[in-house]
């Protein structure tokens, strides 16, 4: 999925409805920077496609939410099961990946 699609779907899932001028654009695509990022470091090496309905999406969503909601201090907190099992899948799938060789 492109940055452009993923804006468009994070301006749905925080309900700007208005016409966002290029300053709020700019900010929410720091936002979904940072947000891949931090979600990347997760990942175990495997690289992330930020499909519409995936995990990661989910949990991109859910960042930029609570960076736009001035509240990331919680994101973890309140995200920590979810943060694991996403995390957990990764390794295994880089596991996965490194002994198919084998």
């Known amino acids: 999925m492109t940055d452009d699609q993923l804006l468009q ?3 749905n899932h ?3 409805t208005w016409t966002a001028d290029d300053l709020l654009d700019q900010k929410l695509q720091g936002m979904i920077k940072r947000g891949k990022t931090y979600l990347s470091r997760l990942a175990s090496g495997n690289e992330l496609d930020f499909k519409e309905d995936s995990k990661e999406t989910e949990l991109l969503l859910e960042y930029c939410l609570y960076v736009y909601a001035k509240s990331l201090d919680s994101f973890v907190t309140d995200y920590l099961p979810e943060l694991q099992s996403f995390q957990l899948e990764q390794e295994v799938i880089a596991y996965d990946k ?3 060789d084998v």
């Open 9 to 11: 779907i994070l301006k």
């Open 14 to 16: 925080l309900d700007i």
């Open 98 to 100: 490194a002994n198919s």
